[in-house]
């Protein structure tokens, strides 16, 4: 079940209480909050992931009392795991959505039964279907497993654009069964740039060294 909660500073929140709950079909055993977006007449949009035992899925809710009440999508589940071989095949899941202009940006969590892969999916206001990148016959994740800090997949994308015009995200990553947090950048969605951390002037490096025993 899904609950809600206030906060007038990020600090301190008051619960309300159960706003939405599982249904029968596709998201029978769990529904898991991703992102929420606002249209112009004040109208919530919740994305979340639907597990049924099987397999999950991402679905659409909306809520036009600020939260309070939730009325699932007819349409449900929005967005579907990939064909098979893809990299998202198995599961989708941690829906971030982003809305740019007349285009709405969907990041996401895909599974292929070994690893998990962040996507990018994207469509017009308005329209229902969601369209992976760079194509539905052979999508690509935007960001994977490489040999930095998250060799065993990728997960629970965030992402912002900012003043000038960047799509900012930050995900987290997994090597050795420790999850850290990683940020990539760019100016087109599904084209995101890793950064790095990299020395800057002032920075200092230190060794030491100790005797090892004498044996």
Do not use: C
């Not at 036009?64 to 939730?70: E, K, L, P, R, S």
């Not at 098979?84 to 202009?101: C, H, K, L, M, S």
């Not at 420790?178 to 200092?204: C, E, M, N, Q």
């Amino acid at each position: 079940e899904m609950g809600l909660a206030r906060s007038e500073d990020g600090i301190n929140w008051t619960r309300v209480g159960k706003v939405m709950g599982v249904s029968d079909g596709w998201d029978s055993l769990s529904v898991v909050p991703g992102s929420v977006t606002k249209s112009v007449d004040g109208t919530l949009t919740l994305w979340y992931t639907g597990g049924n035992g099987d397999t999950e899925q991402i679905g659409a809710a909306t809520s036009t009392d600020n939260g309070n009440t939730w009325t699932k999508s007819n349409n449900n589940p929005s967005f579907e795991p990939g064909r098979a071989g893809t990299f998202d095949d198995t599961r989708v899941i941690q829906p971030y959505v982003v809305e740019d202009g007349g285009t709405s940006h969907l990041f996401y969590a895909g599974f292929d039964g070994e690893e998990w892969k962040i996507g990018h999916a994207s469509r017009n206001q308005g329209e229902d279907t969601w369209n992976r990148s760079p194509s539905e016959e052979e999508p690509r994740a935007i960001v994977q497993a490489q040999g930095l800090f998250y060799r065993e997949g990728t997960q629970s994308p965030v992402v912002f654009l900012d003043e000038n015009g960047h799509y900012n995200m930050w995900y987290a990553g997994t090597q050795d069964e420790i999850h850290r947090v990683g940020h990539a950048t760019g100016f087109f969605p599904d084209h995101l740039r890793p950064t790095y951390l990299v020395p800057s002037w002032g920075d200092k490096l230190t060794f030491e060294t100790h005797r090892g025993d004498s044996e």
